[in-house]
């Protein structure tokens, strides 16, 4: 039997003895199972859910005449370097903005938040009304937040960009044009670059 065919028969059997014992617990095992994404549609997630080898974090050659301690993404590369200088720099996988979202310039990190609350523009809210999502005016920090665990707030002049780079809890969506203008790490890489940089970090975003 090959590999398709026997998680297909663990699904149904898994499925046929949860239904078994009420439609509750059958729910809620699909519910684990698959987890919705505002940009893919339904994916499947769960413990097997990981990054590709490129995307994950990992120290590289990297050449640049930037100081270290520099933050450097390639937007459509979908990378974000960590200058650490000697032609070296620590590499994460992120999401960028989708298609009209998209941006290039120097920023800085103005502030940083650990599990963060949420205020969704505006114009995001309109935006997202118009298609018949109703956002939150605010939303707390915490696994559902779309913020995830960390979040550093992008300045410019002195001023909020209302970009950030956050984490997030759906690792599919990393390598892709998926977001706002955000730039999106999955949790455990967010957290462990939110430990390196301080506020004021220089963010150049190519």
């Not at 995307?55 to 301690?69: D, F, W």
């Not at 999401?95 to 963060?116: D, H, L, S, T, Y």
């Not at 809210?125 to 920090?141: F, H, Q, S, V």
Request: aromatic share 10%; with cysteine; proline share 6%.
């Amino acid at each position: 039997m090959n590999l398709k065919r026997a998680l297909a028969a663990s699904l149904i059997a898994g499925a046929v003895s949860l239904t078994a014992g009420g439609s509750a617990q059958a729910e809620n095992f699909f519910q684990k199972l698959f987890q919705p994404s505002d940009n893919f549609g339904v994916r499947a997630s769960g413990p097997g859910a990981s990054l590709p080898a490129k995307y994950q974090r990992q120290r590289v050659r990297y050449n640049t005449s930037e100081k270290p301690g520099t933050i450097i993404i390639h937007s459509n590369e979908k990378y974000l370097y960590l200058v650490e200088g000697n032609g070296k720099a620590l590499r994460y996988g992120v999401g960028v903005g989708r298609e009209g979202f998209g941006w290039q310039g120097n920023v800085k990190i103005g502030r940083k938040a650990e599990w963060p609350g949420w205020t969704p523009p505006a114009s995001m809210r309109a935006r997202e009304r118009a298609k018949g999502r109703i956002l939150p005016a605010y939303m707390e920090g915490g696994p559902k937040n779309p913020l995830g665990a960390r979040a550093m707030y992008l300045y410019k002049g002195g001023n909020d960009t209302i970009f950030r780079i956050h984490g997030t809890s759906e690792p599919w969506t990393i390598g892709h044009n998926v977001s706002s203008g955000c730039i999106r790490m999955v949790n455990a890489d967010v957290s462990d670059l939110y430990s390196r940089v301080p506020v004021g970090t220089k963010v150049v975003v190519r």
